[in-house]
């Protein structure tokens, strides 16, 4: 039962997005990323890297058959390989054998998620059945028992959840689920839907704190909060109470992991042998965020889901201070998190080197599922301004204007040369890649993009919440209100006026409007009648509205410098250009190359230009700035001289937008004058 001032996303089903911005991203979801992504999936994308999973998913259909024909006689194939990734000896030629990497079954999962999502935007009956005929194939790999992990199912069920630390069968379990719920909820088919229930069940029958049950927990977290939108689905109590255990469990001595992993020894400090699982000390105990960022924000989103439903105090304090730690001291400004490759991992508090940056992708979706289940537990604005502070700017990066090619990691400062000839930055691409071996980014962007409306909205019986502006139109046919088509018009990002319009009477309810923390005032009208109320950055606005009724709000974007904490040492003397929830870089392709010779002159104006990046009109802002004259030219090191420097006007882009006129140096921090 919610509380007054908790909530729940609306159903995709219940909102049309109509906007400026985002029907255009989702857009390129549907008819780019999506069906690239089912190529990939199929191994049919020239040049790129198989993909091996629907392979996988056909071959354990194979081996199924062979075993009920053969019954009891049927031996499985012994589990002889190791790590993490399994190649065919020929890769365009693959025998009946598990390939790819340990998790390769998600990509099946995560695709079919943004086919649901996208699906409820845009219905399409060929993109339906090629789901559908592909769920079936997933879906009779499924053993008797309910276990459906290709990896074990084709390399020896006899080792079932034996390397629960690096083998991702309860990560592929999260994402079946996460995908089985979205499809179900798009078109009402529940096939998929109860193979995950299946494979849910036959893992509570294996888990739990029960004598004789396994004890162990998730290597790499995400069942968590995926059992509990299974929860919320079917309303079965054993998948929270499993979603629970693996919160309880985790972290606990003796450690699991070690019992797993004997080999390992236990000479390291337990800090270092499970700070990357996020396992060295029970949840409830955690005081920052530490190891894999995925895995942290995926972990730190189940505990929220649970604190939610069970109001555990002990647990919600956990996410509140996880959450403390994460934004105010291990967060890029662009919303990025993992300041190192090694492990794609969270480091120490205020170390976040802008060029060895690893900010992945997903780990800034993985940011907002965090974020939105904060705001649904305690509607504060500050979890919306920094979901949003991830949206527009890590997560979009993630994507070229096109849709067609990606970032896996986000850096904020770039210089091609080093990319490739220094090995500490390998990490760092300086054109997005078509796709990735381990292709975890695209497909989480796709499932997100898709998604975006239950990241705008959350409901409860007495209040409408609007978290991010975006546009679109919401009927509800159903619960204790009922709209029909209200209509919300936003510019964002880039314009800071929205009107919400009521196309006929509607009973008295609230609406909860973010008031966002990069704007310090803004004005609203057509609030008469109301009752106003204004609380921890949202504006409450209660009202019977009549037909036709309109409220316009309007939050003013000025361009803003923005300093750092000096304790991150990268930063000092350097300031950053924002404007509205969008951050800005320079690119050397508008400023020449070299650019940390460039300072901006913080006192003067900055003046906003549009540009044309990739055939799109985008807000460039102008400002004044300099280019230091070197007189050390040619050689290393020369006597002092005072600084001599010319006058240039600097232009700044939009961060997501760099890269997408070809190679070249970026940087998001830029010397002060
Ligand atoms: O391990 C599965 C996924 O692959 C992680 O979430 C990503 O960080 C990548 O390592
Ligand atoms: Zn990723």
């Not at 592909?134 to 390399?155: F, H, K, R």
């Not at 920094?386 to 986000?410: H, I």
Request: charged residues 25%.
């Amino acid at each position: 039962m919610e509380n007054n001032c908790q909530s729940h996303p609306l159903s995709l089903r219940e909102i049309q997005i109509q906007d400026g911005f985002w029907t255009k991203e989702m857009e390129l979801v549907r008819r780019e990323v999506i069906p690239y992504q089912w190529e990939a999936l199929n191994d049919r994308v020239p040049g790129a890297a198989p993909s091996y999973c629907m392979h996988n998913f056909k071959t354990a259909v194979k081996k199924n058959a062979l075993r009920k024909s053969q019954g009891s006689a049927f031996r499985e194939p012994s589990f002889s390989k190791n790590g993490w990734f399994f190649q065919p000896k020929d890769p365009q030629h693959p025998d009946e054998d598990f390939y790819g990497f340990v998790f390769q079954d998600s990509d099946f999962y995560k695709w079919i998620e943004a086919v649901g999502y996208s699906l409820t935007q845009h219905p399409d009956p060929q993109l339906e059945a090629i789901a559908d005929e592909a769920i079936e194939i997933v879906c009779s790999a499924q053993l008797e028992n309910g276990y459906l992990d290709t990896l074990y199912i084709l390399g020896g069920t006899d080792k079932i959840f034996t390397n629960l630390r690096d083998h991702h069968e309860l990560y592929c379990l999260g994402h079946l689920i996460e995908g089985a719920v979205a499809y179900y909820d798009a078109t009402g088919k529940d096939r998929l839907l109860r193979t995950a229930c299946r494979y849910a069940d036959f893992v509570c029958e294996t888990f739990g704190p029960e004598e004789g049950k396994c004890h162990g927990y998730p290597g790499h977290e995400i069942a968590e909060m995926a059992l509990m939108r299974l929860y919320e689905v079917t309303g079965e109590d054993r998948y929270l109470k499993l979603a629970e255990f693996f919160l309880d469990a985790r972290g606990t001595r003796p450690y699991y992991f070690d019992r797993e992993h004997p080999e390992n020894g236990t000479a390291r400090p337990d800090e270092l042998r499970h700070f990357y699982h996020q396992a060295h000390l029970p949840v409830r105990q955690q005081e920052g965020a530490v190891g894999h960022a995925v895995r942290a924000v995926y972990l730190y989103s189940g505990m929220a889901s649970v604190a939610k439903q069970t109001g555990d105090p002990a647990l919600l304090a956990a996410c509140e201070r996880l959450w403390n730690d994460i934004v105010q001291k291990k967060m890029y400004i662009t919303g990025g998190i993992g300041s190192t490759h090694l492990g794609e991992a969270f480091t120490f508090a205020y170390d976040l080197p802008n060029d060895t940056a690893y900010a992945e992708t997903c780990a800034s979706i993985g940011l907002m599922f965090f974020a939105r289940r904060m705001l649904e537990m305690t509607p504060k604005a500050c979890y919306a301004d920094e979901m949003e502070r991830a949206l527009y700017n890590t997560v979009l990066s993630g994507m070229a204007l096109d849709g067609k090619s990606f970032f896996y990691v986000n850096p904020l400062e770039v210089d091609p040369e080093a990319t490739k000839k220094d090995e500490r930055k390998f990490h760092v691409k300086s054109v997005r890649q078509k796709w990735f071996g381990c292709a975890c980014c695209p497909p989480n962007l796709a499932r997100l993009i898709s998604s975006i409306g239950s990241y705008a909205y959350t409901e409860n019986d007495s209040t409408l919440f609007v978290h991010l502006y975006v546009g679109g139109q919401i009927t509800k046919q159903t619960g204790p209100r009922s709209f029909s088509g209200i209509v919300i018009r936003s510019g964002f990002p880039y314009d800071g006026n929205v009107s919400i319009t009521f196309p006929e009477d509607t009973p008295s309810f609230t609406l909860a409007l973010r008031l966002p923390g990069w704007c310090s005032s803004y004005t609203v009208t057509g609030t008469k009648g109301a009752v106003l109320q204004e609380k921890e950055g949202y504006l409450y606005l209660t009202k019977a509205f009549s037909k036709n009724d309109e409220i316009n709000l309007s939050f003013p974007m000025e361009p803003r410098l923005v300093k750092c904490n000096p304790l991150v040492r990268e930063n000092v003397g350097k300031v950053a250009v924002t404007r509205g929830p969008v951050v800005y870089c320079l690119e050397s392709v508008d400023n020449g190359s070299n650019l940390p010779l460039l300072s901006v002159d913080s006192t003067a104006d900055a003046r906003t230009e549009e540009i044309t990046i990739a055939g799109e009109a985008v807000p460039s802002l102008v400002i004044p700035g300099f280019r230091e004259i070197s007189s050390a030219q040619g050689q290393l090191y020369v006597p002092y001289t005072p600084p001599k420097r010319e006058s240039v006007a600097l232009r700044f882009i939009p961060y997501y937008t760099w890269a997408n006129r070809g190679e070249n140096e970026m940087s998001v921090w830029v010397r002060e004058a």
